[in-house]
């Protein structure tokens, strides 16, 4: 199993940034996939989830309106779209794999991350 | 959302000796139906993304040594290593997984005292 995160960046408040995590060793569409991410010397916070045939999506209020989470299982890529972003979305953002395709299931396997810093 | 919290959120111990580590949430998460507690505790080694190392409360990852064990139910948890080691330096994070969205406690820093 592999998650490979890319994408992040420097970019003005207000701006946007998409990042992608590539998957390969397991069967991209048959588990659920999730962005969780860590601002510089804090703990983890939840993002955003998608199932694994995409039919449903969870966001933290935090970021609900402003980030997009989708999957293309015919290219093993997960995606987030940010808009509207602020400084205090600065943070490493993980992909992680949930140990099942649908909800309710622990996160078994995470990416390296790929830092996001929001600044004038 | 359900509030994960844990303590402490520091802990030093020697090298052989027990760590334990607490969360509660405010919530329960334990499912009646199916008998299982959605509760995961996660390792995380400086540089590093974190690692599952106990699902369901208490069911150990493959590969984790046994020194690890996870216990509790409804709203309290625990996390302990029987004989801390120097490669346990980390910080442990709980999360729930009852309900979205899910929510991780604040982390404890393990050190060697």
């Known amino acids: 199993v592999q998650l490979v995160e890319s994408g992040g960046g420097l970019v003005q408040p207000g701006g946007s940034l998409r990042l992608f995590c590539s998957a390969s060793?397991?069967?991209?569409?048959?588990?659920?996939m999730h962005w969780v991410r860590q601002a510089p010397g804090k703990g983890l916070e939840y993002v955003s989830g998608i199932s694994g045939n995409e039919g449903s999506t969870d966001y933290a209020d935090s970021v609900k309106g402003r980030f997009t989470i989708s999957r293309d299982n015919s290219k093993n890529t997960l995606y987030l779209q940010m808009s509207s972003l602020k400084t205090e979305d600065t943070a490493l953002y993980y992909c992680?794999?949930?140990?099942?395709?649908?909800?309710?299931?622990?996160?078994?396997?995470w990416g390296q991350g790929t830092l996001v810093t929001v600044s004038s | 959302d359900i509030v994960m919290t844990q303590s402490p959120d520091s802990l030093a111990v020697s090298l052989g000796e027990r760590a334990t580590i607490n969360c509660k949430s405010s919530?329960?998460?334990?499912?009646?139906?199916?008998?299982?507690?959605?509760l995961t505790w996660y390792q995380q080694k400086p540089g590093q993304p974190p690692k599952m190392v106990i699902y369901?409360?208490?069911t150990r990852e493959s590969g984790v040594p046994d020194r690890f064990s996870g216990s509790g139910s409804g709203t309290d948890f625990t996390l302990t290593i029987s004989s801390l080691q120097a490669e346990d330096v980390a910080v442990y994070y709980c999360?729930?997984?009852?309900?979205?969205?899910?929510?991780f406690g604040q982390g404890t820093k393990l050190e060697i005292k």
């Open positions: 060793g397991f069967t991209f569409s048959n588990y659920a």
């Open positions: 919530q329960s998460v334990f499912y009646s139906s199916n008998n299982k507690n959605y």
């Open positions: 999360q729930q997984y009852y309900s979205t969205p899910y929510t």
């Open positions: 369901w409360a208490s």
């Open positions: 992680a794999r949930a140990d099942s395709s649908g909800w309710y299931a622990p996160f078994d396997f």
